[in-house]
């Protein structure tokens, strides 16, 4: 009796296991490339959001999100539309939280995402180009377009009395929007931008570019490039000849490479990344240091946000076909409704199956407007004695 009591135990539990539904979401992200060094923390917090939510059971009847990774390369389009193609086909995602870089992501969009109507949420593609891109309402992003980071970056020099910068920008749909976003909004309020030069990435020697920066001069050089490629060539060239000691880096250049590489050198330098003061960066922040990474790495808060509001949309739509909780993303991550912190996707869960409106602030103070894409707060931060500290957010 006893056995025949355990295979009955046993064979329910299949049973259980066999009705229980998965729903998959895409992780594209730049594991390799430019900016591999970045993309390991911002997968840890779009796998802690599915983790919570897995973890309070409130999805639909308990079904499971199943994080699906994919690398983009960021530089290489045909390679991410691969993978994003077989996320779709073989692994049948339901969304994507991604890409990364802005080129493969409008590659991504226009060749998978749209063709297959699968909802992109992107933590990190800024390329202000974006804003306009035809997507059929499936393309959001948590991170605010380079128009608006070009005007803070602008604000930042002037405000410290600097009114000449030399630029170079990595040669692509990124460094190309940000650069020209950075130029007009600097010479617009009476900055001077004494040269403009694109420097492509995977070069050995970066002295042609640092020279021809050298020559029109300039009290900073701002730097558009990617931390782990040819930003990193160009800074390591002009600390080399002397020709900058003082650079400003925008979001790309963002992570733990400069630090290690260079330290005290760039103790004149300065910089920004998305980031917010609000007491969701710091549940943010706390949550990340007990799961094991670095929540404070470029767009990690952005990730979590990302893969929060696909799996809050699916909730408000009842439903995981992209066409339909596409309708609903702008509705749970806007007022009216209860504020969602980090650490609160359960509560949020439980409070729309009740019928009652979400307003999901998250780790990035998630706002977004126009297209869908956020509405920009940025952490502004120098370094002393090689490490960065926050001078402040705007």
């Known amino acids: 009796m006893k056995k025949l009591l355990l295979a009955s135990a046993a064979m329910s539990l299949c049973a259980s ?12 992200l730049g594991f390799t490339g430019p900016l591999e060094s970045t ?3 911002m997968a840890d917090a779009a796998k802690m959001a599915i983790a919570e939510v ?56 226009q060749n998978v ?14 390329s202000p180009a974006l804003s306009t891109a ?38 692509n749909d990124y460094g190309k929007g940000l650069a020209d976003s950075f130029k007009k909004a600097y010479e617009a309020a009476g900055g001077k931008v ?30 558009a490039g ?36 260079f330290g005290k050198a760039l103790d004149k330098s300065i910089g920004d990344v998305p980031g917010t003061d609000s007491p969701g960066a710091k549940d943010f922040f706390d949550m990340a240091k007990k799961a094991g990474f670095d929540g404070t790495s470029s767009f990690a808060a952005e990730s979590y946000d990302a893969a929060a509001l696909i799996m809050l949309a699916m909730q408000e739509a009842k439903s995981t076909d992209s066409n339909v909780y596409k309708t609903k993303v702008m509705d749970v991550a806007n007022a009216p409704g ?22 999901y602030v998250g780790a990035s103070a998630v706002e977004l407007v126009g297209p869908g894409e956020a509405e920009g707060n940025y952490r502004i931060y120098g370094f002393k004695n090689g490490k960065r500290y926050t001078i402040k957010y705007m």
């Open 17 to 28: 296991g066999a009705m229980a539904k998965e729903v998959k979401i895409g992780i594209v």
């Open 39 to 41: 993309a390991p923390p």
């Open 54 to 109: 897995n973890k309070s059971g409130a999805f639909f009847n308990g079904d499971k999100i199943v994080g699906v990774k994919g690398d983009s390369t960021c530089i290489d389009s045909t390679a991410a539309v691969a993978t994003a193609e077989r996320l779709v086909t073989a692994d049948h995602i339901s969304g994507i939280m991604g890409a990364m870089c802005s080129g493969a992501t409008g590659s991504i969009l």
């Open 113 to 126: 995402a749209r063709p297959n109507g699968v909802v992109m949420i992107s933590p990190s593609a800024t």
């Open 134 to 171: 035809p997507d059929d309402g499936l393309f959001f992003r948590t991170a605010p377009s380079d128009a608006r980071q070009g005007q803070v970056i602008a604000k930042v020099l002037l405000d410290d009395g600097i009114k000449t910068a030399a630029l170079t920008y990595t040669n």
């Open 194 to 223: 004494t040269i403009s030069v694109p420097h492509e990435d995977g070069k050995a020697d970066y002295s042609a570019e640092v020279g021809s920066l050298a020559a029109a001069g300039g009290d900073i050089l701002v730097d």
């Open 226 to 261: 990617y931390a782990d490629q040819g930003g990193k060539g160009i800074v390591q060239a002009a600390l080399d000849t002397g020709a900058f000691n003082k650079f400003f880096f925008p979001d790309g250049m963002y992570g733990p490479t400069l630090p290690k590489a």
């Open 338 to 359: 209860v504020k969602i912190y980090p650490g609160q996707l359960g509560k949020a869960l439980k409070l729309i199956k009740e019928g009652k409106k979400i307003d």
